[in-house]
T-cell receptor
Framework: DAGVIQSPRHEVTEMGQEVTLRCKPI?????LFWYRQTMMRGLELLIY????????DSGMPEDRFSAKMPNASFSTLKIQPSEPRDSAVYFC??????????FGPGTRLTVT | GQQLNQSPQSMFIQEGEDVSMNCTSS?????WLWYKQDPGEGPVLLIA?????ELTSNGRLTAQFGITRKDSFLNISASIPSDVGIYFC???????????FGTGTRLLVSP
């Protein structure tokens, strides 16, 4: 298996622009997680899905953030409008029935 | 809430030295996971522990599930430069199907 795939790997955008991050989980995994990592706050869980349904979005910072999972093999995290404080590395991870999560390589977002 | 505290926060060692780090909590965990994050990459699962007292190895890495279920330990023997990175412990949240992560131990290895 190719592992969790994320795109783009790097994104540089201007404040106010819409940003869409993409994730393809490992085939057969029915849980998908979105994380954000910064030096100040460490690794934070934003939202997770089970069987394409959002289960816990308590980590989503504000209404500017939204996430969807239209099918078992694709998820998006959207920020609209983006702000400089959204600059971070965003990770997607997936798992099956066991607790072990497998992470993608991340998307490094810079908002200027 | 459930929190995982890792120590030390960072370590700077010489190549060839052994390394020990730990993860503690005030709550009981039934599973412990150890991840390593290389610079610029996502965390990679190293070892998973499922039973109190369990000792599991993965090459030069050995991890233990503490008897009290409130701690876990990771040892690296004969460190090499590619061991550089951040090591995270993690355990399942009490109520939800998500993980609680420790604050991480940053390891630097001098050749």
């Amino acid at each position: 298996d190719a592992g969790v795939i994320q795109s783009p790997r790097h994104e540089v955008t201007e404040m106010g622009q819409e940003v869409t991050l993409r994730c393809k989980p490992i085939s057969g995994h029915d849980y998908l997680f979105w994380y954000r990592q910064t030096m100040m706050r460490g690794l934070e869980l934003l939202i997770y899905f089970n069987n394409n349904v959002p289960i816990d979005d308590s980590g989503m910072p504000e209404d500017r953030f939204s996430a969807k999972m239209p099918n078992a093999s694709f998820s998006t995290l959207k920020i609209q409008p983006s702000e400089p404080r959204d600059s971070a590395v965003y990770f997607c991870a997936s798992r099956d029935t066991a607790y072990e999560q497998y992470f993608g390589p991340g998307t490094r977002l810079t908002v200027t | 809430g459930q929190q995982l505290n890792q120590s030390p926060q960072s370590m700077f060692i010489q190549e060839g030295e052994d390394v020990s780090m730990n993860c503690t909590s005030s709550s009981i965990f039934n599973t412990w996971l150890w991840y390593k994050q290389d610079p610029g990459e996502g965390p990679v699962l190293l070892i998973a522990l499922y039973k109190a007292g369990e000792l599991t190895s993965n090459g030069r890495l050995t991890a233990q599930f503490g008897i009290t279920r409130k701690d876990s330990f990771l040892n690296i023997s004969a460190s090499i430069p590619s061991d550089v990175g951040i090591y995270f412990c993690a355990g399942p949240h009490r109520r939800f199907q998500k993980l609680v992560f420790g604050t991480g131990t940053r390891l630097l290895v001098s050749p």
